[in-house]
């Protein structure tokens, strides 16, 4: 006899055993019976929670051995890696003595996902706010320290001490308000400029200049796709991507290594074409935990003065904007792999038009 028999009252206004079981089989969403803190019963979608093909592998085993205990939410790790959270529900009963729990076991993935782009949402606008409010008059400061430094320079013998001095002065000013740019390129969307063109034509353009930023102990590589299809979008904001990209598997490499910048062209429908930029590192690799939150703006696990964590949050912003999508892939102790993908555009699609892609 099964456990839905078991429970069942011997009356006849008691429903079908044949038909509850069938239905509780049939429920999408997971359901336990537990009894003494050891599962009597679990339908398809439990076992599907746990990865177990067959649901009543779980009969007989402890609740305690699956679930954490006196917690209504926790993160499932699945054989492939990939975490979801859950939350659990549970309520009790009695019966012919016994003491009974229904279990129901929930992925709550998409709703926090939802709530962190909420979150993220009301910091860029809070950001935005602050910064529109303060970014001309600092710039306007920082304009004038520079401008100070120059004459000061211009009075200064070029090998002197103070020279030098003045001159760290200066590039700190042109630091400061190179980060006010960025704050307002994460805070406030920048005035649309899109044209037609390969992304190689950017990575090709800007490989001296990347080479430069990323220092001698770097050997920087390209794996370009020569039949790459075209973007529509502002270069400069791909440039902002890219660079922000490569500083971050930089400061991921202090004792150096080696970082491939790569294209390639993905899928072939009018809904599913792609081109995709991937920036892939041999750095020191992140754990899933930071890897889950490396899109926050602000997050950052550089040392103070090393970064603001703005770099990713930005390009993710950018690429959003233009119907795209990043992501970023990343272990511990073998580096990082961030691709991102943007809508594959004809060469005849009217210049005023932007493709749309259904994400």
Same mark, same amino acid.
Request: proline share 4%; with cysteine.
């Given at each position: 006899?099964?456990?839905?028999?078991?429970?069942?009252?011997?009356?006849?206004?008691?429903?079908?055993?044949?038909?509850?079981?069938?239905?509780?089989?049939?429920?999408?969403?997971?359901?336990?019976?537990?009894?003494?803190?050891?599962?009597?019963?679990?339908?398809?979608?439990?076992?599907?929670?746990?990865?177990?093909?067959?649901?009543?592998?779980?009969?007989?085993?402890?609740?305690?051995?699956?679930?954490?205990?006196?917690?209504?939410?926790?993160?499932?790790?699945?054989?492939?890696?990939?975490?979801?959270?859950?939350?659990?529900?549970?309520?009790?009963?009695?019966?012919?003595?016994?003491?009974?729990?229904?279990?129901?076991?929930?992925?709550?993935?998409?709703?926090?996902?939802? #709530?962190?782009?909420?979150?993220?949402? $009301?910091? /860029?606008? +809070? =950001?935005? !706010?602050?910064?529109?409010?303060?970014?001309?008059? *600092?710039?306007?400061?920082?304009?004038?320290?520079?401008?100070?430094?120059?004459?000061?320079?211009?009075?200064?013998?070029?090998?002197?001490?103070?020279?030098?001095?003045?001159?760290?002065?200066?590039?700190?000013? #042109?630091?400061?308000?190179?980060?006010? $740019?960025? /704050?307002? +390129? =994460?805070? !406030?969307?920048?005035?649309?400029?899109?044209?037609? *063109?390969?992304?190689?034509?950017?990575?090709?353009?800007?490989?001296?200049?990347?080479?430069?930023?990323?220092?001698?102990?770097?050997?920087?590589?390209?794996?370009?796709?020569?039949?790459?299809?075209?973007?529509?979008?502002?270069?400069?904001?791909?440039? $902002?991507? /890219?660079?922000?990209?490569?500083?971050?598997?930089?400061?991921?490499?202090?004792?150096?290594?080696?970082?491939?910048?790569?294209?390639?062209?993905?899928?072939?429908?009018?809904?599913?074409?792609?081109?995709?930029?991937?920036?892939?590192?041999?750095?020191?690799?992140?754990?899933?935990?930071?890897?889950?939150?490396?899109?926050?703006?602000?997050?950052?696990?550089?040392?103070?003065?090393?970064?603001?964590?703005?770099?990713?949050?930005?390009?993710?912003?950018?690429?959003?904007?233009?119907?795209?999508?990043?992501?970023?892939?990343?272990?511990?102790?073998?580096?990082?792999?961030?691709?991102?993908?943007?809508?594959?555009?004809?060469?005849?699609?009217?210049?005023?038009?932007?493709?749309?892609?259904?994400?």
């Amino acid at each position: 006899m099964n456990a839905i028999a078991q429970l069942r009252p011997k009356n006849n206004g008691s429903p079908d055993p044949v038909l509850l079981t069938t239905a509780l089989q049939a429920l999408p969403e997971s359901l336990a019976i537990v009894k003494s803190g050891i599962i009597v019963y679990a339908n398809p979608a439990c076992g599907g929670v746990f990865e177990c093909p067959d649901s009543s592998q779980l009969v007989g085993q402890r609740l305690e051995d699956l679930l954490p205990a006196n917690e209504a939410h926790f993160v499932l790790t699945r054989n492939d890696g990939t975490r979801l959270h859950m939350e659990i529900t549970q309520t009790g009963f009695r019966m012919r003595g016994g003491e009974f729990q229904v279990i129901h076991i929930r992925d709550i993935s998409g709703q926090k996902q939802i #709530e962190k782009q909420l979150r993220e949402a $009301q910091s /860029l606008e +809070a =950001v935005g !706010r602050l910064v529109g409010g303060v970014a001309h008059d *600092f710039n306007n400061l920082l304009t004038g320290i520079m401008l100070y430094c120059d004459l000061l320079m211009g009075e200064l013998a070029k090998d002197s001490r103070p020279h030098r001095h003045v001159h760290e002065m200066r590039q700190a000013g #042109e630091l400061g308000a190179a980060l006010v $740019q960025q /704050l307002l +390129a =994460v805070a !406030r969307p920048a005035a649309e400029k899109p044209r037609l *063109f390969a992304l190689n034509d950017v990575v090709v353009g800007t490989e001296e200049l990347l080479t430069r930023l990323i220092g001698e102990n770097i050997l920087l590589t390209t794996d370009l796709a020569g039949d790459l299809g075209a973007i529509r979008m502002d270069p400069s904001q791909v440039q $902002q991507i /890219l660079l922000n990209l490569i500083l971050n598997a930089r400061d991921a490499m202090p004792d150096g290594g080696q970082v491939m910048l790569a294209t390639r062209n993905l899928g072939d429908s009018a809904l599913g074409s792609w081109v995709e930029l991937s920036v892939t590192d041999t750095g020191a690799g992140m754990d899933a935990e930071t890897l889950e939150r490396a899109f926050e703006p602000f997050f950052t696990t550089k040392k103070p003065g090393r970064g603001n964590g703005l770099g990713l949050a930005t390009a993710r912003r950018l690429a959003r904007q233009e119907g795209g999508t990043i992501i970023a892939e990343s272990e511990l102790g073998k580096g990082t792999r961030v691709c991102v993908r943007l809508p594959r555009v004809q060469a005849d699609t009217p210049s005023n038009s932007k493709a749309e892609v259904i994400l």
